[in-house]
């Protein structure tokens, strides 16, 4: 379980302060899927990275299981939105994805069966030997998905992991995370800018505003079923969530009363 | 040192001259020179630069950077010995005299006799000049050969050689004053005096120019010689005069410089006595060809 | 002050490891682990040290260093970033004249002090020439390795935009290289200073730490007076490279900035 | 760090493009034969002399010694010993406390002024301090390479282990690597063309501090040959100890250079723009 | 004029090569806006890379008003798809815009100028001072937009520009890229990965195969008048083209004769 409780964080000092989170409250239930919407610069990846406890936010709360985030939590996976620089050149694509799981304590054939799965996974199978800068950027991107998804983290930073790939892969790799949610129960974070994939994806989906940021909406998603792309998107609760968030995002309907 | 003034009242092809010399006892009479106002008196500006030896302060003298160089024959003999320099001396330094350069070992070396230094190390200031010569030349008076017995000569700065024979780092230590004295004030044992037998008396350095300068500048040069022996016999007589110049170019301090054994500083040049350091540089393979050192008197034969 | 910040003081930090170090070499002196008491005590050493500062002659003797390392140091980075900038992105002039930079690098310039000494009669000139030998190399290969380091689409971006080769060095590859470089500077420094005092020390007949060294081996007792001349040589080693480090902060904060600085 | 295997270095010292590009050398070895005939001063001896001095005082040896002469078998092999343990010593040392200096800023922060104090320090003046320490001979000699050549690989290393990517550190952090893994396995890579620059230097540091700790103190070796040639006014021995530095230097960036290509041929490929 | 026929290029050589085009054949008429699609990996950046000469295809001709492409062509301008990258560090927000008018020779004031409307017009209007660094993944990606535009190239080729900006923003920055390209009369070249963007913003859709890249569609964009968020995009022929497009992504009508 994730808390988040009045989370501010400021850059800076000065006149060239920024305060880029204004007070964030979230709760996520452990292995529940929230997708964060927002716009650009509104304070998404800060509120990413001070929950990875890469960055010690300003002000505010953040507790994992009741104990505060002062370290980077256990058991722990972030794809990062600068996919292309969170890659190490120095390593081929399969190191780059069984690196990580050396600390899972997995035998050297095992990272090797993983990492060549998950690269499966995320349609690279061929790519293994290969080094990230002879990738595409959507190949890295998807090297940096397969990475984190093959680790099993007990919770999942997605920090617009789709954004580079197209369409059809897109939504295989939608697909891919619910289906490795559902096995390995992770709790996952998602932000993505895409409205549809935040719906399709989501349990819930919650809304920032411009920065500094606040929830400004947060909705849940309760679409029957397993879900899939044809029939789910078709769907009209899918079409009425998709409005709703789109509305929230362009601001059409200013903060919520369920923002707090 | 560039400025010449050729029509000063001397008739001095050059009033501005620039003397290159080790900070040994030996140069004292060069600062007696400047601070009696000897050079003054004959129209000349003499300016010292401190070398750290002669071997490499050569390269000076012939740019010109120095005008007279204070050098150890040895050094001086075999750069000339091989045409790379045409020096002329202009007037010896010194002479070496009873316990001036000495030597010595440890309090409890295994060295108690010159014999004793089969195949040990022997700690020298540099290689290939009076110091290697005459320790050899005292080794081969008790029976040993450099080659023949293994013995190596090892460069060590002289403040360094007292620490270093303490250490066991070298066997034996060939030494000059004032290192002799503060040695000895500390147990050093004095193994052999090198400046006897053969090397009485030896000529130790002398004041060097190039014959360049030589031909050039004659008038500059007498005056220069003129003011040199004036401060040359004084220091040859009075030992005060000599303490009191020491600690004015060197950092041995004027306690010391009144009690230490002081080099001989000769009046004349004399060529045979320079003829003896050649002959047995020859002897001893510092030279390949004998060398006639009247080539560099003035005057004498090219 | 805390004691937090007094370790976030880098002053207060390196002067209590100076202050360390020199207890520890008192005591181990004091307890005879340097040998047959050959080597001064620290103590003596710090007081000479400080004697020295008071020292006019000494002082003069600094200042000559001094202006030669500021001197040769301005004419090897003036010669060589340019040089290094040149062969860096010139892959073919490098390669051609590559056999010969690494035959002269290994070259010691300490060796080729009496040789310099028939080129360069004047002092100021030969120690400017030897400093300029031997400094010129840790700028020249920092250059070098730092131009490949250039991220290519920074250079692809300027290219694209229609700039020719040298808008796009003097605009992305010398600023991206421009930390490296400065770290090559920082090394030439050092260098430049060892060589000052080599060349005065070697070549005599001169001005400077080295010259001042050169007297006190005269002396039985010279070697306290040469170890604090050492010692002086360090202090001036540490205080021109705070002035470099002070310069590099305010200059590149970006590279500060972008790199994740100690874990 | 594994290299990629088809990423083969472009050209190879043996490589015929290798000869063509040696004519700047052959070139500057007429100019300087030209000039020192002109120049006629003998301190500053023709090619031509030296090479006949450097076979008359190393290559007169029987065959059975591949024509080296004893002085050659005397100098030389001691000189190689002391260079290469005194280069690997100081590039283990460099790195390691590179490595310590680069990630810990508040040990940095204690050990900098004593770092850039002894950096300042000319080796030869180290003397004084070190011949009470040790003896004469090869351990001070070792002391004395380490000490001159482990600043470039020192101050490199920092550098490289203090300037990683950010993104590349957070990934690690991330990604929980152990303190171990994220030193070997992002700080080490990611800084090794830094710290090979810093090695690079070094070698010819290493070279020239072999020299230096030759000239005093020692009975063999190249250092202590050139000595001996300066103290007998014999400039083409001189000379031919020069040559001899410059080959030698020359050779072992040969070597370290393929070695580099290999090891970082990552960088450079992923550096490369076509 | 924009030609390009038959172009191919295969990276590396050896067992390890990978042939990335494999022949393209496309036209592209001045003033012109060709929207390319296609999977992930495919070869899109290639060909951009290729077509802005910064590098040197394997096989083919490019040609451009007739003079073949072996240099970088006058006049472009290239908003890369690693933005991240392509943003230069030392530099303020605003000097990064402004440097590339050098090189049109205006003034400072006049760059100044430039860049800061550039700046405006994608929403970055208070960024100017600040460095790359200190911004959002989707501001700088908006500043490398901003570059481009400002410079105002004859040429200019985007490779998913707007991949990390939420929805309205994206929006805004579509109708912003029509707008200059009609006012300046230029050529664009832009890889999407968002079909309804393709065609909402193109006159042409080209879609490209899985690699080797070979052209499989080019479709005409026939939309009426100027374009515009809501309308253009609950038109008939919009809502047809897009099926259109996405069916020949997805592979579902492979190579079509229109391909060669
Ligand atoms: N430097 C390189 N060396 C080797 N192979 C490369 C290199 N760059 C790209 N490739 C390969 O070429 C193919 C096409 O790459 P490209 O970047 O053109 O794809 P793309 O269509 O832009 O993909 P994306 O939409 O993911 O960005 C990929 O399979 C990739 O692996
Ligand atoms: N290192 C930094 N220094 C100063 N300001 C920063 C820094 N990083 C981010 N900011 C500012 O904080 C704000 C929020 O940034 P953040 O990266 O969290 O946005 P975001 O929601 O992830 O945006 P996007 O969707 O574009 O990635 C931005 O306005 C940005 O300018
Ligand atoms: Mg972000
Ligand atoms: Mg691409």
Known sequence: MLEISNLTHTYGSGPSAHTALGGIDLRVAEGELVCIVGPSGSGKSTLLRSIAGLLRPTGGRITLDGTPVAQIPDDLAVVFQDYSRSLFPWMSVADNVSLPLRRKGQSRKQRTRSAAEALEQVGLASAGSKYPWELSGGMQQRVSIARALAYRPSLLLMDEPFGSVDAQTREDLEDLTLLVRGLHNMTILLITHDIDESVYVGDRVVVLSKAPARVVGDLRVDLPGPRDQINTREHSDFVRLRGEVGRLVRGVRPSQPSAL | SEKTTSNSANGLEKTDITIGMLPLPEVAPVQIAISRGFFKAEGLNVNYKLIEGGAAALPTLLSGGFDVLHSNYVSAFTAASQNLADLKVIAEATVATPGSFVLLTAPNSHVTKVEDLKGKKIGVNTKKNVATLSTSVTLKVHGLDVTRDKIDFIEVPFPNMWQALKSGQVDAAFLPEPFVSAAAADGGVKLADTMAGPTDSFPIAGYFVTSEFASKSPKTLAAFQRALLKAQTIAANDRKAVAEAIPQYTKINAQTAQIMQLPGFPITTNAVRLQRVSDLMLEYGYLTKPFDVNSLLLGGQK | MSGRALLRNRVVCGALGVATLLLLAEAAGRAGLFGQDTLPLTSTIVARTVELAGDEEFLTDVAATMTAWSLGLLLTVAVTVPLGLLLGSLPKVEATVRPLIEFLRPIPSVALIPLAILLFPDRLDLKIAVIFYASCWPILINTMYGLRDVDPVAKETLRSFGFGPLAVLWRVSLPSTAPFIATGVRLAGGIALILAVSAELLAGGSDGIGAYVIEASSSPDGLEFIIAATVWAGILGVVTNSLFIGAERRLFRWHTARAGVAA | ?274
């Open chain 4, 1 to 274: 760090m594994k290299s990629p295997a088809h990423a083969a270095p472009r050209s190879t010292p043996s490589s015929p493009g290798f000869l063509t590009r040696l004519w700047p050398i052959l070139l500057v070895l007429v100019l300087w034969e030209v000039v020192t005939r002109v120049a006629a001063n003998g301190f500053f001896p023709p090619p031509s002399t030296i090479v006949v001095r450097m076979r008359e005082m190393w290559l007169t040896g029987p065959a059975a010694h591949l024509w080296l002469s004893d002085a050659a078998l005397d100098n030389f092999p001691p000189s190689l010993a002391r260079l290469f343990t005194g280069w690997i010593l100081a590039g283990i040392v460099g790195v390691v406390f590179g490595l310590l200096l680069g990630r810990s800023v508040v040990l940095a922060r204690f050990v900098d002024p004593l770092v850039h104090f002894g950096r300042a320090i000319p080796p030869p003046m180290l003397l004084p301090l070190l011949i009470p320490l040790m003896s004469i001979g090869t351990p001070m000699q070792l002391t004395t390479i380490v000490f001159g050549v482990v600043w470039p690989v020192l101050l490199n290393t920092v550098e490289g282990a203090r300037y990683v990517d950010r993104q590349h550190v957070e990934t690690a952090r991330v990604f929980g690597f152990t303190r171990g893994q994220r030193l070997w396995r992002v700080i080490l890579p990611s800084a090794t063309p830094k710290i090979f620059a810093g090695l690079r230097l070094s070698l010819s540091l290493a070279l020239i501090l072999m020299v230096v700790s030759e000239l005093v103190g020692s009975t063999n070796g190249i250092g202590f040959q050139l000595r001996e040639s300066e103290r007998a006014f014999d400039p083409p021995g001189l000379w031919g100890s020069l040559v001899v530095l410059g080959l030698l230097g020359y050779v072992l960036n040969l070597a370290f250079f393929t070695v580099e290509r290999r090891v970082l041929s990552w960088h450079r490929a992923a550096k490369q723009t076509t």
